[in-house]
């Protein structure tokens, strides 16, 4: 079975754009969540979708968005990029139900802001 | 205030001795734990969970312990090997609050020699 992909696996941005990152789950799997690594903060929270829906949403300001589609992939977009965005963006998924609440993740998008 | 805490940033132990990582969470809420291990470059990959009716869970060379009463959970391997030396990170979550969100520690970096 394959694992959760995303795309790009590298990207490096200017100070004021916006990007969209993609992740396409482990088939079977109708929740995304989405994390930022940096070396300061570790891995935080950003939010979940299900059946489309966000379901949960970490302590990120409004410039960080996401969506799902039917077919479960999912995106996520910064708008009005800042330094302090730079970080590795990870996707996880999962079943989301009794008993496997475990979340499988990709390998991540490096997002360098300049 | 962080929720799930690693306290050694490091370990280091020899091949075909145990390991033992240590984690301590102070939301008494969580009912569900998760051991990551993450290569550089890559995402984290899924080791073990842990319900919080149980106290323990084996899975080949790997066991993890949880005492509730200590808010306390430990990571054994046993035997260590060199293709063990990774960071190991803990992650809690509020299943039973439908706050499926992974809280992570900030990760304890174990280094096997052989």
Redo the contacts between chains.
């Keep these: 079975k394959a694992g ?1 992909t ?1 795309t790009p696996r590298y990207l490096i941005k200017t100070r004021g754009q916006q990007v969209t990152l993609s992740c396409s789950p482990i088939s079977g799997h109708r ?1 995304v ?1 989405w ?1 930022q690594q940096t070396p300061g903060q ?4 950003l939010f ?1 979708y299900f059946s489309e829906t966000q ?2 949403k ?1 302590n990120f300001p409004g410039r960080f968005s996401g969506r799902q589609f039917s077919n479960s992939r999912s995106e996520m977009n910064v708008s009005t990029l800042e330094l302090g965005d730079s970080a590795l963006y ?1 996707c ?1 998924s ?1 079943f ?1 139900t009794s ?1 496997s ?8 998008t ?1 997002l360098t802001v300049t | 205030d962080q929720q799930v805490k690693q306290n050694s940033p490091s370990l280091s132990v020899q091949e075909g001795r145990i390991s033992i990582l240590n984690c301590d969470y102070t939301n008494s809420m969580f009912d569900y734990f998760l051991w990551y291990k993450k290569y550089p470059a890559e995402g984290p990959t899924f080791l073990i969970s842990i319900s919080s009716i149980k106290d323990k869970n084996e899975d080949g060379r790997f066991t993890v312990f949880l005492n509730k009463s200590a808010k306390h959970l430990s990571l054994h391997i046993v035997p260590s090997q060199p293709g063990d030396s990774a960071v190991y990170f803990c992650a809690a979550m509020n299943y039973g609050g439908s706050q499926g969100n992974l809280i992570f520690g900030k990760g304890t970096k174990l280094s096997v020699k052989p």
Excluded: W
């Design positions: 959760v995303q929740s969540s994390y570790g891995l935080q929270f979940e379901r949960n970490g990870l996880a999962s989301r008993p609440y475990e979340q499988y993740f990709g390998p991540g490096r």
